[in-house]
């Protein structure tokens, strides 16, 4: 490990690997050191899958050597196994230690992570540079500028401010293909038969690295959740280049049609798996959109597949960004709906009789993947009829996921997904019962439950919590303008039928929450 006083510490974190950052620019090999870090915390402080410990450790080797190859300096802290540390604990070591005058980085992508590195930096008497995260097509002072005044924020409006703004999908003034959205088309199923002769994804054979990296955490992390039998993610930029060209290729024409749709034992249909590399900055989300764009230009993909994968990273992706760091730390504490049951512990095992959530669970464990609608509507969704306390919810999603890092995966939890902001990220609750999913998916045909059934034996859990949700928080949503027809419902059903559905619901209840003590 170098020794030598540098003047700048050039702080490099495990999702800033990103070879155009603002804080590698103008350096002077000389004087400036770029600092990285494996911490044992980022791993523990959520139970985290061995896959995303994985992830991260095997992109940062690999950029660490990159860097060194450009003629940079790197103090790189290998993970320490027998000591517990933290980001801010090596630091303010190191700092002691080289007697840098100054740090230089970009904004963590995780609040907590921010604070307590600025705290060590500040207790060390070093000056603390931030430069701007060039990674983002909207700002954060962009994004609180068009926020301000605004009584609600919604997705729609940004979207299209980002569309005009940047030119992207435009023609003109008017959006390309004559409409600003394609949701209409996107809505597809496979029918019984199943999605037709699926090419499977580009996969990366771990190299030498990344296998040190693999034995590792088998090693360091062997209780924690999930395998490694599959990992194959890309974790160098020329292997997110090789994903990305292979998802335009192959899968994103029938993006749009199939974005929602779920089938059993095909975790990646025809999504992109390109998160995790657009996390750790190993692709920039404009050379993603360009590309896609391209297609469109081609002829290669139409305009209903590129405008519905474009609107989730011009979208929906900045838009959560603008919104974490505009509520934080405060959003993190948010449980509007007041729901207060621990996770059940089949999350972490996906050992239970509900064939969807087994699936997407199951799957999860193994891949530390699920799409967007498995992760709404399969996982989120469960846990937001049953009345789970959001922190929860959300230490589970940071978790589980390869992509999971915090500033994306909190707005989805407590806004998108468990409604625990009160409206601020999705302007109703995404609620459904057991027939939603059977419509979307095959779960259903294999399992010991009947979607239509809220009631008796067979009743499908999802469907007897929907109707029990819509009477639990009938006088917040049954008068609001974007719910109120799905609260009409109610008065389909007679009083017996109701007090049936609430007994249901508490046994539910009782029985998961029991079977969480036993374990
Ligand atoms: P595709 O379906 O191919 O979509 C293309 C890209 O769009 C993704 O790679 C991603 O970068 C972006 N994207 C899609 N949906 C969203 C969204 N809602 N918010 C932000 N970006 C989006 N995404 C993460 O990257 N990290 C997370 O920790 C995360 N946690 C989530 C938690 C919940 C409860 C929910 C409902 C969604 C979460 N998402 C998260 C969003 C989304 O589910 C994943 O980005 C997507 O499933 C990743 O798979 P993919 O790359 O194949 O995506
Ligand atoms: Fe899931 Fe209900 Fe369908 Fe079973 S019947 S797979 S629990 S939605």
Redesign the pocket.
Known sequence: MQTRQPERLIVVLGDQLNRDSAALQALNPQRDVVWMAEAREEATHVWSHKARIALFLAAMRHFRDQLRKRGLTVEYHALDEDRETSLASLLAQDLGRLRAGSVRMVQAGDHRVQTALERAVARAGAALARVPDRHFLCSLEDFDAWAEGRKQLRLEHFYRHLRQRTGVLMDGDAPVGGRWNFDADNRGRFGRQGPASLRAPKSFRPDAITRDVLGLVERRFAQHPGSLDAFDWPVTRRQALLALGDFIEHRLPM?GRY?DAMWDSEP?LY?????AA??LKLLAPAEVIAAAEQALTDGHAPVNAVEG?IR??LG??EF?RGLYWRDMPEYAGRNELNAQLPLPDFYWTADTDMACLRSVVGQTLQYG????IQ??MVT?LFALLLGVEPKRVHEW??AV?V???EW??LP??IG??QYADGGVMASKPYVASGRYISRMSNYCGTCRYDPAQATGDTACPFTTLYWDFLMRHRDRFANHPRTGYQWRNLTRLSTPQRRAIRQQAARLRERLVAANAKT
């Open positions: 993006f974005q990646w999504h992109s798996r390109l998160s657009l996390n994968f989730q990273i929906w992706r959560v993947y699920a799409h967007h992760r709404l989120g999603y940071l996921y992509d999971a890092v994306v995966e989805n939890t998108m997904s």
